[in-house]
């Protein structure tokens, strides 16, 4: 069966610091996959997706990247971080345009 | 803005109660997906309905889809304690793109 993993859960960092948050997905081959991040009490902004190993494309401006180094690794960064960078990060993956499969999330604080 | 907007955005109904929820979009679409996210943690995929489908059922969960109206809703009926949680909708316009309503939390009192 299928897992999908992130770390890690919590985090609190210093505005500035740099960030790097982990996705990896079990039981599948070359997933398409997301980020997103979820501000408290509000729905989902995808911030970036995936459908190949080295192909992302981004959504949001801002200071926040992501990689995908290998099939079903998925990194997102920053090499600042900004409070406006707060929030409840969550990584997908699909096959299709069908179900998502959610990963447990990382809930980011900036102070 | 959104593509999907929920309706109404907190709702909060007793034990055994139906709980219904709406969902408007903009875009046509090849599908509408409902997902329900409990505290802190991440969506859980409920139910996916096709645009050329009109009803779908799945236990306790119904969801209906309008293309006319660009609208769908989900129905919980007998609901419990245990579905307290916020409910997503969740449409593709763009291939590989998924978009997020906002959600609509849903509290059931025991």
């Known amino acids: 069966s299928q897992t999908i993993h992130q770390w890690p859960a919590t985090l609190v960092q210093p505005v500035g610091s740099p960030l790097s948050l982990e996705c990896t997905v079990e039981g599948t081959s070359n997933p398409n996959l997301y980020w997103y991040r979820q501000a408290a009490g509000r729905g989902l902004q995808l911030l970036f997706y995936s459908v190949g190993i080295g192909q992302i494309s981004s959504e949001v401006p801002q200071n926040l990247s992501a990689s995908r180094p290998q099939d079903r690794q998925f990194i997102l960064s920053s090499k600042k971080l900004l409070l406006s960078d707060s929030g409840f990060y969550l990584c997908?993956?699909?096959?299709?345009?069908?179900?998502?499969?959610f990963g447990p999330g990382t809930r980011l604080t900036v102070l | 803005s959104q593509q999907g907007e929920e309706d109404p955005q907190a709702l909060s109904i007793q034990e055994g109660e139906n709980a219904t929820m709406n969902c408007s979009y903009k875009t046509s679409i090849n599908n509408l997906q409902w997902y329900r996210q409990n505290s802190g943690r991440g969506l859980v995929h409920l139910i996916l309905?096709?645009?050329?489908?009109r009803e779908k059922h799945s236990g306790r969960l119904r969801v209906t889809l309008d293309t006319s109206k660009k609208s769908s809703s989900l129905l919980i009926t007998a609901s419990r304690a245990a579905d307290t949680a916020s409910y997503f909708c969740a449409t593709v316009p763009q291939t590989y793109k998924y978009i997020f309503g906002t959600g609509t939390r849903l509290k059931v009192l025991a």
């Open positions: 309905i096709r645009s050329n489908e």
């Open positions: 997908a993956w699909s096959v299709s345009t069908d179900t998502q499969y």
